[in-house]
């Protein structure tokens, strides 16, 4: 199986910038993407953005495309999430994956290959 820690979340002002990591450990096959989603209270977990472990064809929600951007680094076996012009509407718990959820760009409970980290909280104050 795949084991997946987030990092890097914390409390920001409005227009600020964060940075995420995701360390990934064990079974991992290069051509299944990694993925990052988030969880607002009493909202969907919805798909953010993905991209394959060789960083190749990397993908973004709407809400994001031109102020975040998904990237990798082999050597450590991270995937990172750099976050600017952060905004109110984007604060949520913000979970790393692996498998059938960042392949479609949606979140698939109950899947079997679908591995997730415990996620991390960010804050972006008004």
């Known amino acids: 199986q795949v084991h997946l820690v987030e990092s890097g979340g914390g409390l920001v002002q409005a227009g600020g910038s964060l940075r995420l990591s995701c360390s990934a450990s064990g079974q991992i096959y290069n051509n299944v993407p990694f993925g990052w989603f988030r969880q607002a209270p009493g909202k969907e977990r919805d798909f953010v953005a993905s991209i394959t472990w060789s960083g190749s064809s990397p993908n973004y929600a709407d809400s994001v495309k031109g102020r975040f951007t998904i990237s990798k680094d082999h050597a450590k076996n991270t995937v990172y999430l750099q976050m600017n012009s952060l905004k109110p509407e984007d604060t949520a718990v913000y979970f790393c994956?692996?498998?059938?959820?960042?392949?479609?760009?949606?979140?698939?409970?109950?899947?079997?290959?679908?591995?997730w980290g415990q996620g991390t909280q960010v804050t972006v104050s008004s």
């Open positions: 994956n692996t498998g059938a959820s960042a392949f479609s760009s949606r979140y698939r409970a109950g899947v079997e290959y679908d591995y």
